[in-house]
């Protein structure tokens, strides 16, 4: 056992009145945790020198800041954040049609997210890893339907261990005010349900 500080210090660009939000949030606390060698899931693992921080922002981007406190492990968390299976239980996309469906399947280095719905036609997100690891993953993320194509960049970071942990979520590159608009519903919106997801277990 390793004994390591964990020290978030966290804020996202718009204040959530939801429970279990805060627009600043700061833990700064000693607790052993095991180091973690091998990552959990990584169809192509990082390089030993690639750079794990978090994707720069441009002062002209579009950027999307969320942490939230979820009562799991990481091992578990992560699985959750990366494998479809789990992807289809807690994504929540904004104004779904009654009736439409949310599918998630593998793709190479990555997965696929496709949402169907009688009235509103047909889309496709798909998360390609640019690295993957137990807490620390990169996604270039790409939303597609007939009409456009849109593409942007997605991290995940979790902190702590155990039986509790934070969730950051960062999304950035989006090209508009309305991607801005309805991604930061659909990461309220999914990272409440996982959150939510863990509380019952």
């Known amino acids: ?9 966290f804020r996202h660009s718009a204040a959530q009145n939801a429970p279990g939000w805060s627009a600043t949030c700061i833990v700064s606390k000693w607790r052993p945790f095991p180091v973690i060698v091998m990552p959990l899931y990584s169809p192509q693992p990082a390089p030993p020198q690639s750079d794990l921080s978090l994707a720069q922002v441009r002062e002209t981007d579009c950027a999307i800041f969320k ?12 699985r959750a954040l990366t494998m479809p299976e789990y992807l289809e239980a807690w ?6 049609a009654p009736g439409s469906l949310t599918l998630a399947s593998p793709e190479e280095n ?6 169907y719905s ?3 036609g047909r889309f496709s997100i798909t998360g390609c890893y640019l690295f993957c690891h137990l807490r620390k993953m990169r996604l270039f993320w ?12 997605v991290d995940f970071r979790l902190r702590g ?3 509790s942990s934070v969730v950051e979520l960062r999304h950035t590159e989006l090209g508009s005010q309305d991607e801005y608009i309805w991604y930061e519903t659909l990461w309220r919106r999914s990272l409440e ?9």
Do not use: Q, W
């Open 67 to 78: 942490a939230i406190k979820v009562d799991a492990d990481a091992n578990r968390i992560s």
């Open 1 to 9: 056992m390793v004994a390591r500080p964990i020290n978030l210090a």
């Open 142 to 153: 790409r939303k597609t339907s007939k009409a456009f194509c849109a593409e942007s960049v």
């Open 161 to 163: 261990n155990f039986g």
């Open 118 to 120: 009688v009235d509103r």
């Open 110 to 115: 990555g997965y696929r997210l496709d949402h």
């Open 91 to 96: 994504i929540c996309v904004p104004d779904a």
């Open 193 to 201: 349900k996982l959150a939510s997801l863990f509380k019952s277990t």
